[in-house]
């Protein structure tokens, strides 16, 4: 299980987000080994008012959090900021500085899902990697 929160000005993610939000699955897919119809992003649009980001970073700035069961391995965890930072920047050309990933995780027990606690449920998918 897994929820992505990306942060950044609405003038600026609103004309890429669909693109974004494919990039992050993609990486998320391919280095977490997660279920491709498994998808749930929220971009969070600030005005200029309402983002104050450190200095050296440009309009396009994002913060990416992800916040997931835990249980993946630290090699398993570097390989999807990596591949996100890769991709992100390849795909859409926004630089390394603009990008900033954090990776939330909480025990299975914490989650609630499906109606159920989740450590509770059978996922279709493995969390250890």
Same mark, same amino acid.
């Given at each position: 299980?897994?929820?992505?929160?990306?942060?950044?000005?609405?003038?600026?993610?609103?004309?890429?987000?669909?693109?974004?939000?494919?990039?992050?699955?993609?990486?998320?897919?391919?280095?977490?080994?997660?279920?491709?119809?498994?998808? /749930?992003?929220?971009?969070?649009?600030?005005?200029?008012?309402?983002?104050?980001?450190?200095?050296?970073?440009?309009?396009?700035?994002?913060?990416?959090?992800?916040?997931?069961?835990?249980?993946?391995?630290?090699?398993?965890?570097?390989?999807?900021?990596?591949?996100?930072?890769?991709?992100? @920047?390849?795909?859409? @050309?926004?630089?390394?500085?603009?990008?900033?990933?954090?990776?939330?995780?909480?025990? /299975?027990?914490?989650?609630?899902?499906?109606?159920?606690?989740?450590?509770?449920?059978?996922?279709?998918?493995?969390?250890?990697?």
């Amino acid at each position: 299980m897994s929820q992505i929160k990306i942060y950044g000005l609405g003038l600026t993610l609103q004309p890429i987000k669909i693109k974004l939000s494919e990039v992050i699955h993609q990486c998320i897919v391919e280095s977490l080994k997660y279920p491709r119809n498994k998808k /749930a992003h929220r971009f969070i649009n600030l005005g200029k008012d309402d983002f104050f980001y450190p200095e050296g970073r440009t309009d396009n700035y994002i913060i990416i959090e992800i916040i997931m069961i835990t249980g993946r391995s630290v090699q398993t965890k570097k390989k999807l900021i990596k591949m996100l930072f890769k991709e992100i @920047n390849g795909q859409l @050309n926004i630089s390394f500085t603009d990008i900033e990933i954090c990776i939330v995780e909480s025990p /299975a027990y914490n989650w609630g899902f499906r109606g159920k606690m989740g450590d509770e449920v059978e996922l279709d998918y493995k969390i250890e990697i």
